[in-house]
């Protein structure tokens, strides 16, 4: 079974400091991918990267970037010069190998970030 | 704009009730989810279709049921409601095509079961 821990149920981080919000995962698929969220107070979900188990480099999309450490099992989400609209839950998410039945998306439990000017 | 629509966007309901929760997608994606979202427990799946006439189980499918009668709608129903299916639920969608597609969710359907 595939799961999903992120062990932050909240952080307070101060405006313009760079924050890395933590998420480690469990799974036995041979590939897998790793996807993070983001869910603003007003409740839509919103994608921000994307990491396959197989790719060279870590994933980068502006401010956001994943820390993804493969033996270790961790895909942290950093932020960078976080700014008052980063104030929201943020989820990591995981999907597994097709041809195990995996392929649907499991999500952790989510981080609450709140940016304190 | 393009996207995947919630109906209805909240609702109180009595327990015993029949309810059905629409969604209805405008991408062409073949892949349509439903996850339940509560508080602590982050979003888990529902049921799931990987395509038009198929449907699967996710992780928490009992008292609920759906059906995939075409490309565009994916109907949540709960048959006799209870109040431990008071949740946000959303309906996603993916271009399953893909690996690396992302899900593209709906803004979700507030239900509170009395």
């Known amino acids: 079974a595939q799961k999903i821990t992120q062990t932050q149920p909240g952080m307070f981080v101060q405006e313009k400091e760079a924050v890395t919000l933590d998420c480690t995962y469990d799974?036995?698929?041979?590939?897998?991918?790793l996807f993070w969220y983001k869910q603003p107070s007003s409740g839509e979900m919103i994608f921000l990267i994307y990491q396959g188990s197989y790719d060279q480099q870590n994933a980068t999309e502006g401010r956001y970037s994943l820390n993804f450490q493969k033996a270790r099992k961790s895909a942290n989400l950093v932020i960078s010069a976080s700014q008052l609209g980063d104030s929201a839950m943020y989820f990591c998410?995981?999907?597994?190998?097709?041809?195990?039945?995996?392929?649907?998306?499991?999500f952790g439990t989510g981080t609450r970030l709140t940016i304190i000017p | 704009i393009a996207g995947i629509t919630q109906a209805p966007t909240s609702q109180i309901l009595a327990a015993g009730r029949r309810m059905t929760l629409r969604c209805t997608q405008d991408m062409r994606h073949n892949a349509m989810y439903w996850y339940r979202q509560d508080l602590g427990l982050g979003l888990r799946l529902i049921h799931y279709s990987n395509t038009a006439g198929t449907t699967g189980k996710g992780e928490v499918p009992d008292g609920y049921s759906v059906s995939r009668a075409n490309t565009d709608d994916f109907p949540l129903t709960l048959a006799s409601a209870v109040p431990s299916q008071t949740s946000v639920y959303f309906c996603?969608?993916?271009?399953?095509?893909?690996?690396?597609?992302?899900?593209?969710f709906g803004n979700g359907t507030r239900l509170t079961v009395t």
């Open positions: 799974t036995s698929d041979p590939s897998y991918g």
């Open positions: 996603a969608s993916r271009d399953r095509s893909s690996y690396n597609s992302p899900l593209h």
């Open positions: 998410a995981m999907r597994g190998d097709y041809n195990f039945g995996n392929e649907k998306l499991t």
